[in-house]
């Protein structure tokens, strides 16, 4: 399952799914092939906690692998507009992830779906960026300190799901793997929106679905 967050995402899965469908009451799903779904997040909230509810209902209803694919504020100032960025580790600084997870033990995607969707999306032509990503439910609490750290210990991108729907995979014992798109550029005394990329999240939706079909035929499930 695909958890997505952006309008111009739920659009572009629109125009190429069967459904909707109903997943857990009211929240609907949509089908992008035999193997793959996409739940349209934003349209019961954003954040944390929506995230691990959300992720808890698609467990529920059988999935075996989620993926995250939406926009990041990227902390590095050297990564493209464009690029695809795979985050290999994050920063706990939200609230749910420490309700799954004790709090001093790290979070980290699956290590052979990441690979998956990272050569998925090169064969796309994207350029794929690694790195850790920092997950924090405080937007306004975002201070300058924390900003100039991060970015000089190279943490790539900023968020405020990732960690969450890392923790309950990890205790559902399901794989699971995030993709971020660049929003925009956070500097400890600048914000700088990017006028996109010349391709975005609607055009990695597909190299994504491809690498998540594939996954599971891999696995055989």
Same mark, same amino acid.
Request: glycine letters at 12%; a negative charge; charged letters at 20%.
């Given at each position: 399952m695909i958890l997505g967050y952006q309008p111009e995402l739920h659009e572009a899965v629109r125009e190429r799914a069967t459904g909707p469908q109903t997943l857990v009451r009211s929240q609907e799903w949509y089908e992008?092939?035999?193997? $793959?779904?996409?739940?349209?997040?934003?349209?019961?909230?954003i954040g944390a906690p929506v995230t691990a509810i959300i992720a808890e209902n698609c467990i529920a209803a059988g999935a075996k692998t989620? $993926?995250? $694919?939406?926009?990041?504020?990227?902390?590095?100032? %050297?990564?493209?507009? %464009?690029? =695809?960025?795979?985050?290999? @580790?994050?920063?706990? %600084?939200?609230?749910?992830?420490?309700?799954?997870?004790?709090s001093p033990q790290p979070l980290s995607p699956t290590a052979s779906l990441v690979e998956q969707l990272d050569s998925s999306? $090169?064969? =796309?032509?994207? %350029?794929?960026?690694?790195?850790? /990503?920092w997950t924090t439910s405080a937007m306004y609490r975002e201070t300058e300190t924390e900003v100039e750290q991060y970015r000089d210990e190279g943490v790539v991108t900023l968020c405020m799901e990732t960690a969450a729907l890392w923790a309950v995979c990890e205790y559902r014992g399901v794989d699971?793997? #995030?993709?971020? @798109?660049?929003?925009?550029?956070? =500097?400890?005394?600048?914000? /700088?929106? #990017?006028?996109?990329?010349?391709?975005?999240?609607? @055009?990695?939706?597909?190299?994504?679905?491809?690498?998540? /079909?594939?996954y599971t035929a891999d696995k055989g499930t």
């Open positions: 992008l092939d035999d193997e $793959v779904g996409y739940v349209p997040v934003s349209e019961f909230g989620v $993926v995250l $694919v939406g926009g990041s504020a990227c902390l590095q100032p %050297d990564v493209p507009p %464009d690029a =695809a960025v795979l985050p290999t @580790e994050t920063i706990r %600084d939200e609230g749910v992830s420490h309700h799954y997870v004790p999306l $090169v064969d =796309a032509g994207f %350029d794929t960026v690694r790195g850790e /990503t699971t793997a #995030t993709v971020h @798109e660049v929003g925009d550029y956070l =500097a400890p005394d600048e914000w /700088t929106p #990017t006028s996109g990329g010349e391709r975005g999240l609607s @055009e990695m939706l597909s190299p994504v679905v491809d690498g998540l /079909t594939d």
